[in-house]
């Protein structure tokens, strides 16, 4: 079996930018770094947003980005300036050809196409594929296991959503402002909203988001898309794209999963943001902190956030799984008594106590006290 220094699994988001980071920095040049998954080229599979201060990392291939950010409910609605902050959109086909075109100039680093049939540690790691088996001292695996299903300690919800991108004949679509939650929409007792992000006047992405523990029929998503397009006054239009997907949303300590040999590293990390789901803004940053890890040859294998970020996300997902009809007044509650600033640091967990305690006072107290002395007892 041919031995690397470290090994890839899954050529996704999360994967592909610790390559990148590798290739991008000195220190792993004499390192034998392996890729596999069964597929390289994987195109616009995915569609991410994140906000961010200022210039960032990605800004060369931005699809778009937005200074403001619509909210709406049935008892509060309104376009916030997000300044200094701006919301921030990326196609996957062009993140990743930008990955791959550092990466393939790396003569260390290799890819190999291949179904990858199981891993194993026993005094290094081994991953069996259909094109052969390979050890490596590291290996980083970004394919999630279902483990976390299996429990019963810590609740499970999934973000699930199907996204539309509609073009249209006429200018219908103001490009200036994104909707980053609308829940206007029939709630049927879940936490529903549609999400929109207008990339000029003439084409959106308008997306059927659900926080919830189970998944509906896909015609139920469409027709949900169909009724907002129609009620926004949008019936003239075409279906030029479509995505879907579930993200699973949980404080299962993903971490535990972990040896001295084997990080899990994304969503199969724990890296999606438990009480949202977002993943890219800690993808990158995660693996900058693996990479400044690895070169002071520390301990990669424990979590990587702070606590308590970690219990406050358990609280919030408890309360969303215990009574999720009460999404929607939750968080209208949250962005009508808090600047949004604070939610964005808060979310990107880098808030301080004070700002943590805004948070934690905006939102209905409630069902958050039950759910906290449940915990802490």
Known sequence: MKHYDYIILGAGASGLLLAYRMANDIFFDDKSILIIDKNSNKGNDRTWSFWEEGQGEWDDILEKSWNS?????????????????????????????????????????????????????????????????????????????????????????????VGWFVKTKTEVFDDASATFMDFSVPQKGNT????????????????????????????????????YLKEKGVTDYEII????????????????????????????????????????????????????????GKDVSKPLSKSKFWFYDLIFLDVLANYNASGAKLFSSLFKKTDVKTIFKFLDEESSLLEDLKIILSVPPKHFITSFFKRLF
């Not at 999400?195 to 139920?220: G, H, M, Q, R």
């Not at 997907?245 to 971490?255: A, V």
């Not at 999963?257 to 940053?285: D, E, H, M, Q």
């Open 192 to 227: 529903r909203f549609m999400y929109v992000l207008p990339v000029d006047n003439n084409t959106a992405l308008f997306e059927y988001t659900l926080f919830s523990k189970d998944l509906l029929e896909i015609s139920e998503y469409e027709a949900a898309i169909k009724d």
């Open 241 to 296: 794209e479509t995505e879907q997907g579930s993200i699973p949303m949980t404080s299962f300590k993903f971490s535990e999963l972990n040896t001295p040999c084997v990080l899990n590293i994304g969503t199969a990390g724990g890296w999606t943001k438990a009480s949202t789901g977002y993943t890219f803004r800690a993808t990158s940053k995660n693996t900058k902190k693996i990479i400044l890890l690895l070169k002071q």
């Open 69 to 161: 950010v619509f909210f709406g409910s049935q008892t509060f609605s309104k376009t916030i300036d997000i300044s200094p902050y701006r919301y921030k959109m990326i196609r996957s086909e062009a993140f990743y050809n930008k990955l791959w075109k550092k990466i393939n100039q790396k003569s260390n680093i290799q890819f190999l196409e291949a179904l990858i049939q199981d891993f194993q540690e026993n005094e290094n790691a081994q991953v069996i594929t259909t094109k052969g088996d390979f050890t490596c001292d590291k290996l980083f695996n970004s394919i999630p296991s279902n483990s976390f299903l299996k429990q019963n300690k810590y609740p499970v919800l999934q973000q699930h959503f």
